[in-house]
């Protein structure tokens, strides 16, 4: 008897060391088990739950956040944005100086960097990304490259780049540009292994290979992508984390109750209405995003009837926006009028909103030749997004509204990354969309959000005006910041008179976290790095 005790005893003490084992797994969702030799119930991964999830993952060819935040941690810029800011500071260049006219930039490289394949980070790897999205097309889907440099080729702000030694780049341009330094430290200019990318674009988006703190180790799709920690990162003593895993909830009630049960520790699509109880709960702390994104209606004004701008602007009074403020955003965020919010340098507030106003909105659209209104479709998203909390009942808010001044309105749903791709191409005659700033200047707005330079790719509403055109490719090359900043305020006047949107909310994002997470900074940008984060 005593020794069949004895031997189950021993069974039970060697299952639970497999078990042990197991639960250390790269794929896995523990949190806790450092490998520094260190306290072993340290809590080492950071889980983000988010509502979607990346499209591809390379940052090139992507316009979404849920992508871009997953290749912040494994691919670095040039230059990068201090925590919390737009401010510059240096990335993967150590210093930069401005030559002829803002004409000549050149760059000094950080020495000794290794990307995670082993393979030297060094100047002529900066040429060969930027060679590769100067020299690209529309069908490589390279999705900033155009609406932040103006375009391919010959059609390029930048001229040309060059590597002057192994650790020098020299930019030239063909003219000044303003914004270049804010473009250069935005996420999808993360420099990437050249050798890397010579094994396809399908293979590299699924299987990114930068110089950041994280490595990329599995993603297992529409469920969770699982970052490793670069144990040869060149900034000593980061990461501090072992694992950053982020992971799909798609719903937001969900999403919270999985942040307290400490199945994840920090996440995003915070239901303004939950931003209270959350503060109220000594485990939990709210994390508010610096205020620099838009929610918007978007009119793409190449289908009929969205092709008459006077029915775009009667459907501007058909939104009541303090209405789906204090329904959907628990009253948190100032009613729009412009495509792009007033922290930014250049807004145009003596622009006059369009009021909710039913009356008015049938008036304008009978003399349209619309007395009995029409049927139309709305696109949204299936799941929430910083700028949009709940985009279905948005939607039928909106659908509400318009019916009362005779627009019958059929709601089209589809998941995120079929959505996103969709409505890039032109399928939607309406759909509801939102913008969080890159970099914080008036250009990452306007010229990216509503040029013609950005048909195909950020431009949804595919809103074409020479006139708007031609003031924001100035602004982009005025050397006078007062100047260009009343280029944008001419160019903002022409696009409400046009009305391609229905401007809707600026907001301010709250995300919510474990008490215990610190030297969290949510930058405004909406996506930042996880190299200082760690657990009390």
Same mark, same amino acid.
């Given at each position: 008897m005593k020794k069949t005790l004895v031997f189950m005893f021993t069974l039970i003490a060697m299952v639970s060391l497999v078990l042990v084992g197991c639960s250390s797994d790269a794929g896995g969702d523990d949190k806790s088990g450092g490998t520094d030799g260190g306290d072993s119930d340290a809590q080492d991964t950071l889980i983000y739950g988010r509502g979607a999830d990346a499209t591809r993952l390379d940052p090139a060819t992507v316009t979404d956040g849920e992508s871009l935040k997953v290749t912040q941690q494994v691919m670095e810029t040039l230059i990068k944005f201090k925590p919390g800011t737009t401010e510059l500071e240096p990335g993967l260049a150590t210093d930069w100086e401005q030559k002829d006219d803002g004409k000549t930039y050149v760059f000094e490289l950080r020495e000794g960097v290794k990307f995670h394949d082993g393979t030297d980070f060094n100047a002529d790897a900066v040429v060969y990304n930027f060679e590769r999205w100067q020299n690209g097309s529309d069908e490589d889907n390279f999705a900033y490259y155009p609406s932040m440099f103006g375009g391919f080729g010959d059609e390029s702000v930048i001229e040309s780049v060059e590597a002057v030694d192994e650790y020098t780049v020299e930019f030239h341009l063909r003219d000044s540009f303003a914004p270049f330094l804010k473009n250069l430290a935005m996420t999808p200019f993360a420099i990437a292994s050249p050798e890397a990318l010579e094994e396809g674009a399908d293979e590299f988006e699924k299987h990114p290979v930068g110089t950041g703190p994280f490595e990329f180790a599995e993603w297992d799709k529409d469920n969770k992508i699982v970052l490793t920690k670069n144990e040869d990162y060149w900034d000593e003593g980061k990461p501090k984390l072992e694992r950053v895993i982020f992971r799909v909830i798609d719903d937001n009630s969900a999403?919270?109750?999985?942040?307290?049960?400490g199945e994840i520790d920090l996440m995003d699509g915070t239901n303004p209405s939950d931003v209270e109880s959350i503060e109220e709960d000594d485990d939990l702390e709210i994390y508010n995003r610096p205020p620099l994104s838009m929610a918007y209606f978007g009119f793409n004004v190449e289908e009929e009837p969205f092709d008459n701008k006077d029915v775009r602007v009667a459907l501007n009074h058909a939104v009541d926006k303090e209405s789906l403020i204090n329904a959907f955003?628990?009253?948190?965020?100032?009613?729009a009028k412009n495509p792009m919010p007033p922290t930014v340098d250049g807004y145009n507030d003596e622009i006059e909103a369009y009021e909710y106003d039913p009356e008015k909105a049938k008036e304008l659209l009978a003399d349209a030749g619309y007395p009995d209104g029409f049927e139309m479709d709305l696109w949204t998203m299936s799941n929430p997004r910083p700028y949009l909390p709940e985009p279905g009942k948005i939607a039928e808010n909106i659908q509400s509204t318009f019916g009362e001044v005779g627009v =019958?309105? !059929?709601?089209?749903?589809?998941?995120?990354?079929?959505?996103?791709?969709?409505?890039?191409?032109?399928?939607?005659?309406?759909f509801l969309m939102g913008w969080t700033g $890159?970099?914080? =200047?008036? =250009?990452?707005?306007?010229?990216?959000?509503? $040029?013609? #330079?950005?048909?195909?790719? !950020?431009?949804?509403?595919?809103?074409? !005006?020479? =006139?708007?055109?031609?003031?924001?490719?100035d602004a982009q090359t005025e050397p006078d910041d007062e100047v260009r900043m009343e280029l944008y305020k001419k160019a903002q006047e022409i696009i409400h008179e046009e009305a391609p949107w229905i401007p809707i909310i600026y907001s301010e994002e709250p995300l919510a976290g474990t008490a215990n997470l610190q030297d969290y900074v949510p930058?405004?940008?909406?996506?930042?790095?996880? #190299?200082?984060v760690s657990f009390k």
């Amino acid at each position: 008897m005593k020794k069949t005790l004895v031997f189950m005893f021993t069974l039970i003490a060697m299952v639970s060391l497999v078990l042990v084992g197991c639960s250390s797994d790269a794929g896995g969702d523990d949190k806790s088990g450092g490998t520094d030799g260190g306290d072993s119930d340290a809590q080492d991964t950071l889980i983000y739950g988010r509502g979607a999830d990346a499209t591809r993952l390379d940052p090139a060819t992507v316009t979404d956040g849920e992508s871009l935040k997953v290749t912040q941690q494994v691919m670095e810029t040039l230059i990068k944005f201090k925590p919390g800011t737009t401010e510059l500071e240096p990335g993967l260049a150590t210093d930069w100086e401005q030559k002829d006219d803002g004409k000549t930039y050149v760059f000094e490289l950080r020495e000794g960097v290794k990307f995670h394949d082993g393979t030297d980070f060094n100047a002529d790897a900066v040429v060969y990304n930027f060679e590769r999205w100067q020299n690209g097309s529309d069908e490589d889907n390279f999705a900033y490259y155009p609406s932040m440099f103006g375009g391919f080729g010959d059609e390029s702000v930048i001229e040309s780049v060059e590597a002057v030694d192994e650790y020098t780049v020299e930019f030239h341009l063909r003219d000044s540009f303003a914004p270049f330094l804010k473009n250069l430290a935005m996420t999808p200019f993360a420099i990437a292994s050249p050798e890397a990318l010579e094994e396809g674009a399908d293979e590299f988006e699924k299987h990114p290979v930068g110089t950041g703190p994280f490595e990329f180790a599995e993603w297992d799709k529409d469920n969770k992508i699982v970052l490793t920690k670069n144990e040869d990162y060149w900034d000593e003593g980061k990461p501090k984390l072992e694992r950053v895993i982020f992971r799909v909830i798609d719903d937001n009630s969900a999403r919270l109750n999985a942040l307290k049960s400490g199945e994840i520790d920090l996440m995003d699509g915070t239901n303004p209405s939950d931003v209270e109880s959350i503060e109220e709960d000594d485990d939990l702390e709210i994390y508010n995003r610096p205020p620099l994104s838009m929610a918007y209606f978007g009119f793409n004004v190449e289908e009929e009837p969205f092709d008459n701008k006077d029915v775009r602007v009667a459907l501007n009074h058909a939104v009541d926006k303090e209405s789906l403020i204090n329904a959907f955003y628990a009253g948190q965020g100032e009613p729009a009028k412009n495509p792009m919010p007033p922290t930014v340098d250049g807004y145009n507030d003596e622009i006059e909103a369009y009021e909710y106003d039913p009356e008015k909105a049938k008036e304008l659209l009978a003399d349209a030749g619309y007395p009995d209104g029409f049927e139309m479709d709305l696109w949204t998203m299936s799941n929430p997004r910083p700028y949009l909390p709940e985009p279905g009942k948005i939607a039928e808010n909106i659908q509400s509204t318009f019916g009362e001044v005779g627009v =019958d309105v !059929n709601i089209q749903t589809y998941e995120w990354s079929t959505y996103i791709e969709k409505v890039t191409d032109g399928e939607a005659p309406a759909f509801l969309m939102g913008w969080t700033g $890159d970099n914080g =200047d008036a =250009d990452n707005f306007i010229y990216t959000l509503l $040029d013609e #330079d950005a048909i195909g790719s !950020n431009n949804m509403s595919r809103y074409a !005006n020479p =006139d708007v055109h031609e003031l924001l490719k100035d602004a982009q090359t005025e050397p006078d910041d007062e100047v260009r900043m009343e280029l944008y305020k001419k160019a903002q006047e022409i696009i409400h008179e046009e009305a391609p949107w229905i401007p809707i909310i600026y907001s301010e994002e709250p995300l919510a976290g474990t008490a215990n997470l610190q030297d969290y900074v949510p930058n405004p940008t909406g996506s930042e790095p996880f #190299d200082e984060v760690s657990f009390k």
